[in-house]
């Protein structure tokens, strides 16, 4: 039974009030640089540090960040359960800044996920889905918090309830940044409809 509201002379039924929802809500799922898993094999790992504000005061805030080399493909894993909210058009975004100055020069982020769903048989013999790519032109003055985005097209079935592995790597030959990238955090967003 739709539920219909009247406004100035058109009805609104609950369908087009659940599309409106839909459309300009996405739900955010964080990725943390303090929860990032090292690969084990296959890419090197992108350094995790603390560090500390450069600004004055006394207590002064800290950032976790990852650091992607400029010449070597590095990255990071995360594990977590896909939301029961989950639908479709993953994209993670990416919070970083360069550690130096760069002019007109761009990083290639790269992210690969890797699904099982409830009951599958091939949870120890899993494998990353195709490569999902994008070239990302990075800010020139060093410290310039930027976020790119990675949509990911090749989402290797992922449903509701998944056990998901999701790797982050920067493809260092693809891109042309002269300094490391520090990631300071990234969210992978969705379509509830």
Not at 25 to 49: H, R, V
Not at 115 to 128: L, S
Request: charged fraction near 15%; glycine fraction near 6%; include cysteine.
């Amino acid at each position: 039974m739709a539920i219909a509201t009247h406004v100035t002379g058109y009805t609104v039924t609950a369908n087009d009030w659940n599309e409106l929802v839909n459309a300009l809500n996405a739900i955010t799922l964080p990725i943390k640089p303090g929860e990032a898993i090292a690969p084990l094999s296959g890419l090197q790992a992108a350094a995790l540090d603390l560090v500390e504000s450069s600004g004055a005061g006394t207590a002064k805030p800290v950032i976790y960040r990852l650091l992607f080399d400029k010449t070597t493909d590095e990255g990071r894993m995360w594990i977590f359960r896909v939301p029961d909210t989950y639908v479709s058009t993953p994209v993670v975004k990416i919070l970083y800044y360069m550690t130096g100055a760069n002019v007109s020069k761009k990083i290639n982020w790269n992210v690969q996920v890797a699904c099982v769903t409830d009951a599958d048989t091939n949870m120890t013999a899993k494998v990353f889905a195709a490569t999902n790519a994008a070239d990302t032109t990075v800010p020139d003055a060093a410290g310039t918090l930027d976020v790119a985005s990675v949509s990911i097209a090749n989402a290797d079935s992922m449903t509701a309830g998944d056990w998901c592995c999701l790797c982050l790597w920067d493809d260092a030959g693809s891109g042309t940044v002269g300094q490391d990238v520090a990631v300071v955090g990234a969210v992978m967003t969705y379509s509830l409809a």
